[in-house]
């Protein structure tokens, strides 16, 4: 291995860092606009919002599933090579859409091949570049990817919009599959599988980071890859099988499966319609939706620096209780006309929307280790995507029962006044401060020394 030397310009992560950033907006940009294409596909093929919410429900699901097992691939078979596949998956669902005639085609499109795509390219990849590396502002640059999502949103959703009004929604769709596609270069340079691949140590580090062990007892980088040995499948229940036991992961679970229900699976699918049922245009609608993107762009970032210094959980608690209260006005403020109440609303949601993201991942380091963060992160983040699937299928459903979306936005606000009460909860953190100093975690070494023992 060459040895780490300092190189002049910005530091190698941060281009890395960049090029992760563009694939997970990708991965967002399909899974934000959905709810914007329920209408033209009703439209033209006479589908039920049953069977549209269903697609989207496989989608999701089916992405979150794949993530845990997208972060051992990672390991066995390099960074590039699974990025680049996922955004051909991407490339291939999105752009077959335009030729399908069936509603289970879109059920394979939509779930399996899109499904698959994003969860490769899911928040577990921007975990694992983060880990890798990144040895100061971890959390910074998670709340970086955690806003992927709003970007994409806030970028493709006018856009695909106005093209679905004018120009067809075939259209929008192949605008995702080139954008897709347009990434797929950037993995020659300047992206990399690792620091030690390069040359270089992580952003912050002297040296490459190490291990103490995998989980067969021999010494490992952490930052290099294929340090996993057995069937990736294999690997990725392992670690399942291991942090079942954990009271910390059923927690961590069941917090991130009603983040997901709350957001994606409710908010992101369901807002444009919902809103259009009280009379609002759905460009307007989706003007909203992105404004919320603005603000989740800012809350997430700003997460990821709190994350760097305050205790996790606390933040968790907050984001958890303060969405659950704005969930129980947003029924009473949607109309034809956006009142300054709404207004209130996108920017208060927007700054709370995945802001729990950062916080989580931090756990996730704190309760089980460096050595296995990602892939707990990966099962820890499947359920935010059931949850999410759960949500769009629930909500979707309710509103073909009853002809109305409130008891979806009621139901969501209790699962996040739960979810929020579950962190009490949670135990001490099982990582010692020496432990995550090692490992290369965010806080500086006398910021490190000076937090006490706790959850």
């Not at 090029?19 to 606009?33: D, E, K, N, Q």
């Not at 990672?74 to 051909?88: D, I």
């Not at 309760?367 to 629930?394: D, E, P, R, Y």
Request: hydrophobic share 55%.
């Amino acid at each position: 291995m060459r040895p780490a030397r300092p190189r002049p310009g910005p530091h190698r992560a941060w281009l890395v860092a960049g090029v992760t950033l563009l694939a997970l907006v990708a991965a967002a940009a399909f899974r934000s606009t959905t709810g914007a294409l329920f209408e033209p596909l009703e439209a033209e093929f006479g589908w039920t919002r049953a069977e549209t919410s269903g697609a989207v429900t496989a989608n999701l699901v089916i992405y979150g599933l794949v993530a845990p097992f997208a972060a051992v691939l990672m390991e066995r078979f390099t960074l590039r090579k699974v990025v680049a596949a996922a955004l051909l998956l991407v490339a291939a669902g999105s752009g077959a859409t335009t030729v399908m005639t069936a509603a289970w085609q879109l059920w394979v499109l939509w779930g399996v091949f899109i499904g698959v795509g994003t969860g490769m390219l899911a928040l577990v990849f921007g975990a694992v570049v983060a880990n890798r590396w990144f040895a100061a502002r971890r959390g910074l640059v998670m709340g970086f990817f955690s806003a992927a999502n709003a970007c994409g949103q806030l970028i493709f959703l006018p856009v695909v919009v106005h093209l679905a009004a004018h120009e067809g929604w075939r259209t929008a769709a192949l605008l995702v599959a080139v954008f897709a596609l347009a990434i797929v270069p950037l993995l020659a340079w300047p992206f990399a599988n690792s620091p030690a691949e390069v040359g270089v140590a992580p952003f912050g580090a002297s040296a490459p980071t190490v291990l103490t062990h995998d989980g067969a007892g021999s010494p490992q980088r952490e930052d290099a890859p294929g340090v996993v040995r057995r069937n990736a499948a294999a690997e990725a229940l392992a670690v399942l099988r291991g942090s079942l036991r954990s009271r910390a992961f059923w927690i961590l679970l069941f917090t991130f499966w009603v983040c997901g229900w709350s957001t994606n699976g409710l908010m992101q699918t369901h807002f444009i319609p919902a809103a259009h049922d009280h009379g609002m245009p759905a460009t307007t609608a989706s003007g909203l939706l992105a404004l919320i993107g603005v603000f989740d762009v800012i809350g997430t970032v700003a997460s990821g620096w709190l994350t760097d210094r305050v205790r996790p959980w606390i933040l968790l608690v907050a984001y958890y209780a303060l969405r659950g209260a704005s969930l129980l006005t947003v029924n009473a403020l949607l109309g034809p006309e956006v009142e300054p109440p709404l207004w209130v609303f996108i920017v208060f949601y927007g700054l709370d929307w995945v802001a729990t993201v950062p916080p989580t991942v931090a756990l996730c380091r704190e309760h089980f280790g460096a050595a296995k963060s990602s892939v707990v992160f990966g099962w820890v983040f499947a359920s935010h995507m059931v949850g999410a699937g759960v949500g769009a299928f629930l909500a979707g459903w309710g509103r073909e029962a009853t002809g109305s979306y409130l008891p979806a936005w009621m139901s969501a606000a209790v699962l996040c006044f739960a979810a929020a009460a579950s962190l009490f909860f949670l135990p001490p953190r099982t990582t010692r401060p020496s432990a995550a100093r090692a490992a290369g975690a965010g806080a500086s070494q006398s910021g490190a020394r000076r937090r006490p023992r706790g959850r």
